[in-house]
């Protein structure tokens, strides 16, 4: 069983920066593939940024050269770096993971555990 608990959500204003933290714990499997999702009301929970076990990152478009997701082993803390950000990139924002994985998916149904998400507020 694998726990994540994200933090470093807030409000900022458009063009503002956050970093968000997840921190996992319950495991042992070293093939453990993470993402980040956001769901905003009314809208489906979207994937935005995977790594796979190995390190290789990918992003979802709407993300693509404003967030970096990233990874601290030896902490077992993933983290999303958010610059520029804009009023549609408010949302609540999840951590997922996945054991015995070797490359990501952006599909929610391709993670197993996730967290209690923490809401990421932009104004304009």
């Known amino acids: 069983q694998v726990h994540l608990k994200e933090s470093g959500g807030g409000s900022v204003q458009t063009g503002g920066s956050l970093r968000l933290s997840c921190v996992a714990s319950?495991?042992?499997?070293?093939?453990?593939?993470m993402a980040w999702f956001r769901q905003s009301p009314g809208k489906q929970r979207e994937g935005i940024a995977t790594i796979d076990s190995d390190g290789p990152t990918n992003y979802a478009d709407s993300v693509l050269g404003r967030f970096t997701i990233s990874k601290d082993s030896a902490k077992n803390t993933l983290y999303l770096q958010m610059n520029r950000l804009k009023p549609e990139d408010t949302a609540m924002y999840y951590c997922a993971a996945v054991a015995g994985c070797l490359a990501a998916t952006m599909r929610t149904s391709g993670f197993d555990y996730w967290g209690q998400g923490t809401q990421v507020t932009v104004s304009s």
């Open positions: 319950g495991y042992t499997d070293s093939s453990l593939c």
